[in-house]
């Protein structure tokens, strides 16, 4: 039985030619719009050069300081003399480098494995042989976890790690601050030694003085290999070509299209980040989607802490909110909920996992907002 909370929204009444579709939403998109997801992207940063691409612990990164880091790191993977279509393994929490990372190894013609800093040493090590990533960027977090399975890794494989730390983007000051209390207060940075790692910043000196060499990337070259959750045995590699993502990010533009319609128009479109982007989820609606649309990303990197969440979301106008279930019922029945102004909030997604009735109940009676 269809949901009353969809079938009463304002915006989402049916389509006489598509019931199934909203009314002035495209039958069809046009996956040949872009011949990759570089092309995508660059237009965006080109488009959208002074505007914020995401902001995070309150510091904000454009889409043209995201243009000019990316390039650096691409050209930096570019002179580790990598193939073209090499894999680059990513396992970074939601920070500005996991924005940068994605798009340097796109444009550098190469292929994002997105890994979960979560990820236990068997299962990483899984990962690491089943994709054959020849470098990975890494948060110092989950270096002592790299370390305990680098012996198990074929000879060739992940011969440099990247070590990025949370404050690596955030400033001077900021940084040093942030990276202190990372290690020092809540000692989360465990002991490791990889030999031959150097840190993110260093990647990105060494790559401003290398000459980025544009790679003519195609519709039909492998984008991503993102790994699936191995609830059923042993994850496996899903391969998304870069028209796949493309075509994926138009068709969600276009369903987003009367919700969008209704973000005023000298607003920049705000979303939520508070999905790990390392998942198909956020990798896509959140991170692409937003970069795509020349939106800002409020980026959450422990979405765990409602309550520092919630501080975030009571400082900004936003006006998407991808989440799953356990976001959604954690912000709902938080006692801050009510501290936010959720007046700005256009259209809520759930996805991943099926969202409770009650859950959506409690979000629409909180927010105003019809997941």
């Known amino acids: 039985m269809e949901s009353p909370w969809v079938t009463q929204h304002p915006l989402y009444a049916q389509n006489p030619q598509h019931p199934q579709y909203p009314a002035g939403m495209p039958a069809q998109i046009s996956s040949n719009a872009y011949p990759s997801l570089v092309a995508m992207l660059e237009q965006s940063f080109l488009k959208h050069h002074d505007q914020p691409a995401c902001i995070c612990m309150g510091r904000a990164l454009s889409f043209g300081q995201l243009d000019a880091l990316s390039m650096a790191l691409g050209a930096y993977l570019q002179s580790l003399k990598l193939s073209r279509g090499e894999r680059v393994a990513l396992m970074l929490p939601s920070v500005p480098q996991a924005l940068v990372a994605v798009a340097a190894v796109l444009r550098a013609g190469l292929v994002v494995v997105n890994l979960s800093p979560q990820l236990a040493a068997a299962e990483l090590e899984h990962q690491l042989k089943d994709s054959g990533a020849r470098v990975i960027v890494i948060i110092d977090t989950a270096c002592a976890t790299l370390q305990a399975v680098l012996g198990a890794v074929p000879t060739g494989t992940v011969m440099r790690a990247i070590v990025a730390t949370m404050g690596d983007l955030l400033g001077p000051l900021k940084g040093r601050v942030v990276n202190h209390w990372m290690r020092r207060v809540q000692r989360s940075v465990p002991a490791y030694e990889l030999p031959g790692s150097v840190s993110f910043h260093t990647a990105l000196a060494v790559g401003r003085h290398k000459v980025f060499a544009t790679v003519d990337v195609g519709r039909d070259d492998i984008a991503a290999l993102q790994y699936t959750g191995g609830t059923t045995g042993p994850s496996k590699g899903a391969v998304l070509l870069h028209r796949n993502l493309v075509a994926n990010l138009l068709q969600c533009a276009a369903w987003y299209g009367p919700a969008l319609a209704q973000v005023p128009a000298d ?105």
């Open 267 to 371: 607003e920049q479109l705000v979303t939520v980040g508070a999905l790990p982007l390392h998942h198909i989820f956020g990798f896509t609606l959140v991170m692409l989607l937003g970069l795509h649309l020349g939106g800002c990303t409020l980026l959450i990197p422990n979405p765990h802490d409602t309550t520092g969440m919630l501080k975030v979301l009571a400082r900004h106008r936003f006006h998407s909110f991808p989440a799953v279930n356990t976001i959604f019922e954690a912000v709902a029945q938080h006692a801050d909920v009510d501290k936010v102004d959720w007046q700005s909030l256009r259209f809520s997604v759930g996805g991943a996992m099926a969202v409770e009735p009650t859950t959506a109940l409690l979000w629409a009676l909180k927010t105003g907002s019809i997941i």
